[in-house]
């Protein structure tokens, strides 16, 4: 079920007009999607910041663009200020709800490794998978019972469970969560030097020789 969402159309596109926007507390943004024609519009901030929190990042949201017709859509790509924590600009894609699409979907690890409990150290190299599925049977989330993952283990796409709903995208091979063993130390040898000793030069006892020589003459 989609999530409503009030929207205004932008008209204005100059750059003062857009920074009032945004001094009143709205996101600049877009619509678009296959076989639409773009259309700039503006969000309340505050309600897209709870929608994005309430119902996850990939939800379905009714657009209701005033004076017009409500529009499905996906977050699609947001531009965040580079110092100051807001949203500057936000694209919205129009959606089919009879095709399927590709998303990023969190990828959650559950339970404790019993290779973290030896010792282990557990790695997580994913925290995302790229999933295909409509937009009404992509999941909130993934999740993997790693609780008998042993040191030296690991999961792969491949060993996730499967659904009939959506696809995994990434190599099958791809590692999601594996245990390494415990570094070890090694120790350093020491050398002991005997400093004490003086270093032999080469060529010394020859010259002292020839020395003498010298001197007999």
């Known amino acids: 079920m989609a999530v409503k969402l009030k929207a205004t159309e932008r008209n204005d596109l100059r750059g003062s007009v857009t920074k009032q926007l945004r001094s009143e507390g709205f996101i600049p943004g877009v619509v678009y999607g296959k076989e639409k024609d773009t259309k700039s519009i503006s969000v ?4 897209l910041i709870k929608t994005v929190r309430d119902e996850g990042r990939n939800a379905i ?5 005033e004076n017009s017709d409500s529009i499905d859509v996906m977050l699609h790509e947001y531009q965040m200020h580079p110092v100051r924590d807001e949203i500057l600009h936000v694209d919205f894609y129009a959606i089919d709800l009879t095709e399927e699409i590709d998303v990023l979907v969190a990828l959650r690890l559950e339970g404790e490794a019993q290779g973290s409990k030896d010792g282990g150290i557990l790695q997580q190299p994913l925290f995302e998978l790229q999933v295909r599925a409509k937009p ?26 499967q659904k009939d709903e959506y696809e995994f995208l990434e190599d099958p091979e791809t590692t999601v969560a594996v245990v390494l063993a415990p570094e070890s130390e090694e120790e350093e040898e020491e050398v002991d030097v005997d400093l004490s000793v003086e270093p032999e030069l080469v060529g ?5 020789d020839e020395s003498e020589e010298d001197q007999e003459d």
Do not use: M, R
């Open 61 to 65: 949201i009714s657009l209701d663009i």
């Open 136 to 161: 009404n049977e992509i999941p909130d989330e993934i999740t993997v019972d790693i609780s008998s993952l042993e040191i030296g283990e690991s999961i792969a796409i491949s060993d996730l469970p």
């Open 44 to 47: 309340n901030e505050l309600d």
């Open 204 to 208: 010394a006892e020859d010259e002292e």
